[in-house]
């Protein structure tokens, strides 16, 4: 493949090298075409001179062959782009079936759902473990539809709340996602992009948040406590009603987010930019906002 495609640099730049100094001989130089070309002028019987073709003459009669290939290319690389497209959807379809088969074979013949309660037997921990290994595996290779689908089906089956706690789920794309009412508590989401995610009364109490992107994420009375969340990126957050408390938000970043009704009680704020954040009505200290960084200052003298 890149053989081929060094070989069309090579004669793309010599087709264009050509006609340069085609053009450079015969505009520059005030040469006149040689008369094999077809191109120079030449006298008639009567003695009349006619100009021959000139190099914009050329230009305008391969305007056409070159529009016509350049949009023949077009279509092409639209169609390509079309079967890479709907090849991946099927490739992503049949993950996601083979999951969720999977997933009700562990459930129907090894009793997955009934293993949360017997966690002393080993075999239910290797059910559980398997479970969780294929969860976090498919979570990473299907695109936000497909993930969507796979967040439904483990809140529907009533196996979310064992399956996904404690999962190892650092530095996951979660982006967008449907997660409502998911329980994450625990979880490890070191770095994980959960920007603009749909998180309205998660459970991510004690989950690991630290440098996560959670731009714009819907946090709407989530349970965050004891989470730490530390260095994490909450520009525009929607976090009205969430449970903060006890929360690791050192050096977070809170531009603009929305902590209105929010439990902020026991939380590190140590160095987090509250620029712009909405605190009204959310519980806090004054003694926690002075160890903030730019805190509105209606919040200052109201707490």
């Known amino acids: 493949m890149r053989i081929r495609s060094a070989w069309r640099i090579i004669v793309a730049a010599a087709l264009a090298f050509g006609v340069f100094w085609m053009g450079y001989l015969y505009l520059v130089k005030?040469?006149?075409w040689a008369d094999w070309t077809g191109f120079g002028g030449f006298t008639d019987p009567t003695n009349t001179y006619h100009r021959g073709i000139t190099l914009w003459g050329v230009i305008e009669i391969m305007i056409i062959p070159?529009?016509?290939?350049?949009?023949?290319?077009?279509?092409?690389?639209?169609?390509?782009?079309s079967e890479r497209a709907e090849t991946r959807d099927r490739v992503q379809g049949a993950t996601l079936q083979s999951y969720l088969d999977k997933m009700s074979d562990l459930m129907l013949r090894y009793e997955l759902k009934e293993s949360s309660h017997r966690v002393?037997?080993?075999?239910?921990q290797e059910v559980l473990k398997v479970a969780q290994a294929r969860t976090v595996s498919v979570l990473r290779s299907l695109d936000r539809e497909q993930r969507d689908t796979v967040f439904d089906f483990l809140r529907d089956a009533g196996l979310a709340g064992f399956i996904l706690k404690e999962s190892p789920l650092r530095g996951i794309d979660l982006s967008g996602s449907r997660i409502n009412g998911?329980?994450?508590?625990g979880a490890n989401l070191l770095r994980?992009?959960?920007?603009?995610?749909?998180?309205?009364?998660?459970?991510?109490?004690?989950?690991?948040l630290v440098q996560a992107?959670?731009?714009?994420?819907?946090?709407?009375s989530a349970n965050l406590s004891g989470a730490d969340l530390s260095g994490a990126l909450l520009y525009g957050a929607l976090l009205y009603g969430a449970d903060l408390s006890g929360a690791d938000l050192?050096?977070?970043?809170?531009?603009?987010?929305?902590?209105?009704?929010a439990d902020l009680s026991g939380a590190d704020l140590r160095g987090a930019d509250l620029s712009g954040a909405d605190l009204s009505r959310a519980e806090f200290t004054r003694e926690q906002l002075a160890e903030a960084k730019n805190v509105p200052e209606k919040y200052m003298e109201d707490g």
């Open 30 to 32: 005030d040469y006149a």
């Open 66 to 81: 070159v529009a016509l290939a350049i949009g023949a290319w077009y279509l092409n690389k639209q169609e390509r782009e």
């Open 120 to 124: 002393g037997r080993s075999k239910d």
């Open 182 to 185: 998911i329980t994450l508590s």
């Open 192 to 208: 994980a992009n959960l920007s603009g995610a749909q998180l309205y009364e998660a459970n991510l109490s004690g989950a690991n």
């Open 213 to 220: 992107n959670l731009y714009g994420a819907h946090l709407l």
């Open 250 to 261: 050192s050096v977070a970043h809170l531009y603009g987010a929305d902590l209105s009704g």
